[in-house]
């Protein structure tokens, strides 16, 4: 018996030995482990024998079954670590110390502009002021002046939610807020009202070359004591000149917008050929760049201060324009497209 114990025993380190994948030694685990394997055979030949040799033979059996059970087991594990180090050795080198390639974020052509409009308005003492891009109807609309049903609504059709707020059109919006919290320091403490709000505006338009459902503005009041046309359009001449690091002449034209009286649409004289007229400013000298006016006395009113007192002047500058005019951006989509080609090619000064 144990002669064949012993051929069982070569025949199967033969066969291990020369097994090289999971299958093979799957089909080797079964040739003699399995329900017909050869050491289950032998098991099977326990009966023709006396209850001594049964004991001895037994324990041999198991001894056989164990050597076999872990040399399988043991050769498993090689397998698999062989074919995990050719998986390793046939992947692409990868240096782990080498410093990483990262390309070098920009600024969006807008915050170039937005933060060079800040430093120079801040610098002539104008408080920058954040808001809310879901304001309600009344900050929109009713508090600038603009009542249900007026035309001047049509102009600036938005997005609503569900409870009746909007998104703001635009950022006149912000006024009346602005307004109330300054009145009490403009009143109590003679200090004027001079604040600039930049903000995201949206509103319910087919989108092209030249217009987007979501632009940029910035907004700006100044309310004071004999506050004039003249501070309105000193305030601008100098704030352009620094964005465009020229000269700029202005001039005003009468325009209508239902919270200023009078008011205005501001032009520069043409960036590219200066007044002289080009296919740019089609040949007339002037680019159409700011509305702005009086602060209507009803506006004043609804923000808490006295227009008998109190005189002020509002601009509302189309930053997004501002930035096309700026960089030469041709079409308005780029800007909120996410294409990093178009969108990285602008540094700030
Ligand atoms: N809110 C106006 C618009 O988006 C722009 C505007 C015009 C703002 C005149 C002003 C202003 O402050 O005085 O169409």
Do not use: A, N, V
């Given at each position: 018996m144990s002669e064949k114990m012993n051929e069982i025993r070569q025949a199967f380190s033969e066969k291990l030995r020369n097994a090289l994948n999971a299958q093979a030694l799957e089909e080797i685990r079964i040739e003699y482990l399995g329900k017909k394997g050869a050491v289950t055979g032998l098991m099977k030949t326990m009966k023709d024998l006396s209850n001594e040799e049964k004991k001895s033979f037994g324990q041999q059996v198991n001894v056989l079954k164990n050597e076999i059970t872990e040399a399988i087991a043991k050769k498993v594990e090689q397998i698999k670590q062989k074919e995990l180090e050719i998986e390793i050795n046939s992947m692409p080198e990868f240096d782990v110390s080498a410093p990483p390639v990262l390309e070098r974020g920009s600024y969006h052509p807008i915050t170039l502009v937005q933060r060079e409009c800040e430093r120079i308005f801040s610098s002539m003492g104008f408080n920058i002021e954040d808001y809310s891009e879901i304001v309600t109807d009344y900050e929109c609309f009713e508090a600038v002046n603009i009542p249900k049903h007026h035309p001047a609504r049509d102009m600036q059709d938005t997005y609503y939610l569900t409870n009746g707020q909007l998104l703001k059109s635009h950022t006149s919006a912000a006024q009346n807020a602005i307004y109330r919290k300054y009145r009490k320091a403009l009143v109590e403490e003679g200090k004027p009202i001079k604040a600039i709000f930049p903000g995201r505006c949206f509103r319910n338009e087919a989108t092209d070359a030249c217009h987007e459902n979501t632009f940029f503005q910035m907004e700006g009041v100044m309310v004071d004591r004999n506050i004039s046309i003249s501070n309105l359009i000193f305030f601008m001449k100098t704030m352009l000149s620094e964005v465009f690091q020229k000269d700029i002449k202005v001039r005003l034209r009468p325009g209508f917008f239902p919270f200023v009286e009078p008011g205005f649409e501001l032009d520069i004289s043409c960036l590219i050929c200066g007044g002289e007229g080009c296919p740019s400013c089609k040949q007339s000298g002037w680019l159409e760049l700011c509305p702005c006016g009086m602060i209507h006395p009803e506006v004043l009113r609804a923000g808490g201060i006295d227009p008998e007192e109190y005189t002020g002047f509002a601009f509302g500058l189309g930053m997004t324009r501002l930035a096309m005019m700026k960089y030469g951006?041709?079409?308005?989509?780029d800007l909120n497209s996410g294409n990093l080609k178009s969108l990285s090619q602008f540094t700030a000064e």
């Open positions: 951006i041709k079409d308005i989509r």
